[in-house]
């Protein structure tokens, strides 16, 4: 329970709802529903104005929470979205939606970005016939995701499927539920990305 309500306290802190919390997230429970206000003994008495380095930061620490990645993590996918040919911020979250962990969340085999972490770290997922149980693994167009035959039952992921009833899957990504299995379709443009962050803010936080 105080796991619960440090996580959701993370919701809070940033003023938006991160989904951390998985199936709890979209029930009455929701701390953030409930207390949107920030946490703390002067949470409620109003927002103060921010400068515009606490905003860009704040934006990127929201950025980092949705994905789970830690700050040297998230600055490694940074500086290789600056590589890359394109908009940076936009390539930023392609990268992080690549990541085998969050297409097992999207496709809905997990409720939680953390649950997902955790399913894959245990080995229950095979990409393209091969066990993968690097949660950063990045995968590719035409990479099939699939539950490995021996943890098609397990607890979490029915319970899971049974949640999400396939209404997450994004248009870049195609789920078999039956067969428990997933396959990307395409590298995700910004527009089939539903993270609620301004990007922009993002790059100019560590451009500065």
């Known amino acids: 329970m105080a796991i619960a309500t440090q996580v959701c306290r993370l919701c809070r802190r940033e003023g938006a709802k991160l989904f951390l919390k998985g199936e709890r997230c979209y029930s009455r429970k929701c701390a953030f529903e409930r207390r949107s ?21 704040r934006e990127k620490q929201k950025m980092r929470r949705i994905y789970g990645v830690l700050e040297r993590q998230f600055r ?15 390539t930023l979250l392609q990268l992080l939606e690549l990541r085998l962990d969050n ?6 085999f997990a409720v939680s970005r953390a649950q997902a972490r955790e399913l894959v770290s245990h080995g229950h997922f095979l990409v393209n016939g091969r066990k993968v149980n690097t949660s950063s ?12 035959e021996a943890s098609k039952d397990l607890p979490p992921i029915v319970s899971a499927l049974d949640v999400t009833a ?5 248009s870049w990504l195609e789920l078999d539920a039956e067969k428990r299995q997933g ?20 790059v100019e936080f560590y451009s500065r």
């Open 183 to 202: 396959k990307v379709l395409h590298v995700p443009t910004r527009d089939e990305i539903d993270t609620q962050v301004d990007e922009t803010l993002i």
């Open 76 to 90: 490694t996918y940074l500086q290789a979205a600056m590589r890359r040919r394109g908009v940076t911020g936009e």
């Open 166 to 170: 396939g209404s997450r899957v994004p």
């Open 137 to 148: 693994y990045r995968v590719k167009p035409d990479d099939a995701i699939e539950v490995k």
């Open 103 to 108: 297409v097992v969340y999207r496709l809905g």
């Open 37 to 57: 206000y920030a946490p703390g003994q002067h949470g409620q008495a109003g927002t103060k104005k921010i400068k515009e380095y606490g905003v860009q930061l």
